[in-house]
C-alpha cells in the first residue's frame, strides 16, 4: 500500500515537471526530407502557442478556418538567425523556404528548463530561407 502511495505521488510530481519543464524529449527530431516553400502569416494567440499557418490553401478557399493541426511553430536552420516578429503586427506575410519535422515538438527558440507557460507540441518548420512580404509582392 505504501509502494502505491509513493509511486503515485512520484508520478504527480514527475507529470507537473514535465508539464512545466522544456525538456530535450520535448524537441522535435526527425526532418521530413521534403522541402517546400510556403507562404504564411503569424496568429499571436497571446499565449507560447504555435501560431503560424500556411496560407496556401485558404487563397482557393478562404472562408475555410484553420484547424487546430493546421497551425506550427518556425525554426530557423541556423541558430543565431533572428525572424523579425513584428512583420507579422499589421497581418503580413513571410516565404519560408524549408521543411518539415515529421514529429511535433517544441523549437529551440524555448530555451530547456523551467515555464510557466510551456507549449503544447505542435508541428514544427525548419526554414533555411526567409522572406518578408509586402503588399508590393
Known sequence: MLSLFLGTIGLLIGGLYYNSTV????R???LSGNKQTIIATRVDWM??????VDTTKYQTDPVT???DNDYFFIEAAQ???QWDRDHFIKNRYVRLTGQFYIDKGI??????GQMEDKPDHARVFKFDKIEYLTADN
Do not use: I, V, Y
Request: hydrophobic share 30%; glycine share 4%; charged share 25%.
Open 23 to 26: 525538456t530535450p524529449l520535448d
Open 28 to 30: 522535435p527530431l526527425f
Open 47 to 52: 499565449c507560447n502557442c504555435a501560431g503560424f
Open 65 to 67: 478556418e484553420p484547424n
Open 79 to 81: 541558430p543565431d538567425e
Open 107 to 112: 523549437p529551440e527558440e524555448f530555451n530547456l
